[in-house]
RNA sequence: UGGGGUGUCGUCAAGUGGUAAGACACGGGUCUUUGGCACCCGCAUUCCGAGGUUCGAAUCCUCGCACCCCAGCCA
């Protein structure tokens, strides 16, 4: 079933651009870009950006490019690149013919460097790394001129020609924009743009030893794009002067306008590329993809969809301040979509066996279930049943508290598809005292879950599962990775590792599932009645022997009960 | 008196001088063979604060306050 994505809403990027198409700027076209360094995997902040560019492209009837801002070859890889043109696709979006790197300008960025030194706008600096930050002066204070500052552009393109020979050692010389060091914005005093990094590259080779800054690749990848709004976030925008000032000093043809929004953040969770690290390799999790990380291979594994995913990127909205969406907006999302395309199932994660008294001990019936109540079209499916039963542990209590409906002695409830049945006996371990099993009695003109002829009623209906015919498989719950809203809040406080949540993942080894389950392909989804949303896990299940990972839990009323029950008490 | 940003419900977020959208969360209810879904109701007399302009201010002005970003030859 195909789901609907949120409409659009109102936010500043989009007034920007409606502006500028009723001003017929740019011809009235919109090209965006998303420009990701290939140093790492992607996050769902990340998916946001995605979600903007593609999406105010498609809107408007633009383009957006998949750029890969490859400028720093000892930190990039090609594993990369495939992981995130792979997600990127995966979330839904198509670049067409606009792949590029910006790589692929080295030699234009080498030429408008050149041309920035004969129009005195740049120069070659000989000070080493740390006299560079000396002379830059501090927050408050002014920054100084480079003693290399007036040499002439014969001797600048000289210098600069060497330096791309390889003649100079990495770190003895850089190529400087020629601005202000005296300007309140550090990033104008002078700034870095060439630097001379005698590193393989993993598309140019050996081709270069000198690569372009950020600043100086960044804003004119843009312009030999045709992009015409640069989205990007706010950290970037004491750079968008300098981003100005380039395009300005080389009279670009093309001057897109840089416009900043505030990145995402999600309450629960870190997202910063170094902390997600610092999980991996504390083996924390099992890796980038594992289902508890917001990375988009982990969102992909633990059964996020797509469609989820866009439609929280759209809710969320795009602003300037900073802030911290809920997770549970996310987890509605995906909820949401899951309700209509997830095919239902039975499922037992903590089993009670159940033996039903009065039922033939050989007999087997096989019961209609429907596949989803949301989706007509989905059909029917028929399950077995028979003398012996598992049912979830929790749904029985033998002194049942207020408001719990489910099963006690004495008490009746519905077996969902098949009869209703009453507790009639409970079988306890002697010496611990632990229930092993329940005994019934089901009522045979119940068949199917209907209501007897006489009217009575039940307050609870039961999933439940064929003890002699369901697949026994593993099923991990996932939960939070931190226990803490705002793990990495405020500096001084506490280092957000110390708030990781020790039971982000329980292991279930032993449950019970519907035998048609047994065969489930990697990748699938489906409803648990009553507990979640499900699927079965890419990396670690075997043919026959699924492994379901827990995307999110069903909405229960009765879970809330008990734990503002739980609160009260405190 | 370094520069650049941002402050609207618990959390996101519209609003652009005409009298505070929406979503999530939360609380209550209807329905129910999922305590799911769906549906209904409630949830900011007030927009960081204080002054001012105006018939009228979250929107304009003034002065404060708080928070975020910047001193990589990272992006």
């Given at each position: 079933?195909?789901?609907?994505?949120?409409?659009?809403?109102?936010?500043?990027?989009?007034?920007?651009?409606?502006?500028?198409?009723?001003?017929?700027?740019?011809?009235?076209?919109?090209?965006?870009?998303?420009?990701?360094?290939?140093?790492?995997?992607?996050?769902?902040?990340?998916?946001?950006?995605?979600?903007?560019?593609?999406?105010?492209?498609?809107?408007?009837?633009?383009?957006?490019?998949?750029?890969?801002?490859?400028?720093?070859?000892?930190?990039?890889?090609?594993?990369?690149?495939?992981?995130?043109?792979?997600?990127?696709?995966?979330?839904?979006?198509?670049?067409?013919?606009?792949?590029?790197?910006?790589?692929?300008?080295?030699?234009?960025?080498?030429?408008?460097?050149?041309?920035?030194?004969?129009?005195?706008?740049?120069?070659?600096?000989?000070?080493?790394?740390?006299?560079?930050?000396?002379?830059?002066?501090?927050?408050?204070?002014?920054?100084?001129?480079?003693?290399?500052?007036?040499?002439?552009?014969?001797?600048?393109?000289?210098?600069?020609?060497?330096?791309?020979?390889?003649?100079?050692?990495?770190?003895?010389?850089?190529?400087?924009?020629?601005?202000?060091?005296?300007?309140?914005?550090?990033?104008?005093?002078?700034?870095?743009?060439?630097?001379?990094?005698?590193?393989?590259?993993?598309?140019?080779?050996?081709?270069?030893?000198?690569?372009?800054?950020?600043?100086?690749?960044?804003?004119?990848?843009?312009?030999?794009?045709?992009?015409?709004?640069?989205?990007?976030?706010?950290?970037?925008?004491?750079?968008?002067?300098?981003?100005?000032?380039?395009?300005?000093?080389?009279?670009?043809?093309?001057?897109?306008?840089?416009?900043?929004?505030?990145?995402?953040?999600?309450?629960?969770?870190?997202?910063?590329?170094?902390?997600?690290?610092?999980?991996?390799?504390?083996?924390?999790?099992?890796?980038?993809?594992?289902?508890?990380?917001?990375?988009?291979?982990?969102?992909?594994?633990?059964?996020?969809?797509?469609?989820?995913?866009?439609?929280?990127?759209?809710?969320?909205?795009?602003?300037?301040?900073?802030?911290?969406?809920?997770?549970?907006?996310?987890?509605?999302?995906?909820?949401?979509?899951?309700?209509?395309?997830?095919p239902r199932a039975m499922g037992?994660?903590?089993?009670?066996?159940?033996?039903?008294?009065?039922?033939?001990?050989?007999?087997?019936?096989?019961?209609?279930a429907?596949n989803?109540?949301?989706?007509?079209?989905?059909?029917?499916r028929?399950i077995?049943?028979?003398?012996?039963?598992?049912?979830?542990?929790?749904?029985?209590?033998?002194?049942?508290?207020?408001?719990?409906?489910?099963?006690?002695?004495?008490?009746?409830?519905?077996?969902?598809?098949?009869?209703?049945?009453?507790?009639?006996?409970?079988?306890?371990?002697?010496?611990?005292?632990?229930?092993?099993?329940?005994?019934?009695?089901?009522?045979?003109?119940?068949?199917?879950?209907?209501?007897?002829?006489?009217?009575?009623?039940?307050?609870?209906?039961?999933?439940?599962?064929?003890?002699?015919?369901?697949?026994?498989?593993?099923?991990?719950?996932?939960?939070?990775?931190?226990?803490?809203?705002?793990?990495?809040?405020?500096?001084?406080?506490?280092?957000?590792?110390?708030?990781?949540?020790?039971?982000?993942?329980?292991?279930?080894?032993?449950?019970?599932v519907e035998?048609g389950l047994?065969?489930a392909?990697?990748?699938?989804?489906c409803q648990f009645e009553?507990?979640?949303?499900f699927?079965?896990?890419?990396?670690?299940?075997?043919?026959?022997?699924?492994?379901?990972?827990?995307?999110?839990?069903?909405?229960?009323?009765?879970?809330?009960?008990?734990?503002?029950?739980?609160?009260?008490?405190?």
């Amino acid at each position: 079933m195909k789901s609907r994505d949120t409409a659009p809403a109102s936010n500043f990027i989009r007034s920007i651009i409606e502006a500028d198409i009723k001003a017929n700027r740019n011809d009235g076209k919109v090209v965006t870009r998303f420009p990701p360094e290939p140093n790492g995997y992607l996050h769902i902040g990340h998916a946001k950006s995605i979600c903007l560019n593609f999406g105010l492209a498609a809107e408007y009837g633009g383009t957006c490019h998949l750029r890969f801002d490859d400028t720093n070859p000892i930190k990039e890889e090609v594993e990369y690149i495939e992981s995130i043109k792979h997600d990127v696709s995966w979330l839904g979006f198509d670049w067409g013919r606009h792949l590029y790197y910006a790589s692929d300008y080295f030699g234009q960025l080498y030429e408008c460097a050149r041309e920035l030194i004969r129009r005195g706008r740049a120069f070659v600096c000989d000070l080493s790394g740390e006299e560079i930050r000396e002379y830059r002066g501090t927050l408050t204070e002014p920054g100084k001129d480079s003693p290399y500052r007036n040499r002439t552009v014969e001797e600048n393109l000289d210098l600069f020609r060497r330096m791309k020979e390889g003649e100079f050692e990495e770190g003895s010389r850089v190529l400087r924009a020629r601005i202000d060091m005296a300007s309140g914005n550090l990033n104008m005093r002078d700034p870095v743009i060439y630097r001379i990094l005698k590193a393989y590259h993993h598309r140019t080779g050996d081709k270069w030893c000198i690569y372009p800054m950020y600043d100086f690749a960044h804003c004119l990848s843009d312009s030999i794009e045709g992009i015409t709004h640069s989205i990007c976030t706010l950290e970037f925008e004491d750079h968008r002067p300098l981003y100005d000032w380039i395009l300005d000093a080389l009279d670009a043809e093309n001057h897109p306008q840089q416009i900043e929004f505030a990145r995402l953040n999600l309450t629960y969770t870190v997202m910063s590329k170094r902390k997600l690290m610092q999980l991996v390799d504390g083996g924390y999790v099992s890796g980038w993809d594992d289902p508890r990380m917001p990375t988009v291979s982990g969102l992909r594994r633990r059964g996020y969809t797509p469609a989820s995913i866009r439609n929280f990127c759209e809710k969320i909205g795009v602003a300037k301040r900073d802030s911290v969406v809920d997770i549970a907006l996310l987890e509605h999302c995906v909820r949401d979509d899951l309700n209509r395309r997830a095919p239902r199932a039975m499922g037992v994660l903590r089993p009670l066996r159940v033996v039903i008294e009065n039922y033939p001990v050989d007999r087997t019936e096989e019961l209609d279930a429907v596949n989803n109540p949301e989706d007509a079209s989905a059909g029917t499916r028929k399950i077995p049943f028979s003398r012996v039963i598992y049912i979830e542990r929790d749904d029985f209590r033998e002194a049942p508290p207020k408001k719990f409906f489910r099963l006690a002695p004495g008490r009746e409830v519905r077996l969902r598809y098949a009869y209703f049945v009453k507790c009639t006996g409970v079988v306890k371990d002697e010496n611990t005292g632990e229930i092993k099993e329940l005994r019934c009695t089901y009522d045979p003109e119940t068949r199917g879950g209907e209501s007897p002829p006489d009217g009575r009623k039940v307050k609870a209906t039961l999933h439940w599962v064929s003890a002699e015919h369901a697949a026994r498989v593993e099923v991990r719950l996932y939960d939070r990775l931190f226990s803490e809203p705002v793990p990495d809040r405020g500096k001084g406080g506490p280092d957000f590792m110390s708030f990781i949540n020790p039971d982000s993942l329980e292991v279930l080894p032993e449950c019970y599932v519907e035998p048609g389950l047994a065969d489930a392909e990697p990748g699938s989804i489906c409803q648990f009645e009553r507990l979640g949303y499900f699927c079965v896990d890419t990396r670690d299940s075997k043919p026959g022997a699924p492994v379901f990972n827990r995307t999110v839990t069903l909405r229960d009323t009765w879970a809330r009960i008990e734990k503002s029950r739980k609160k009260g008490k405190k």
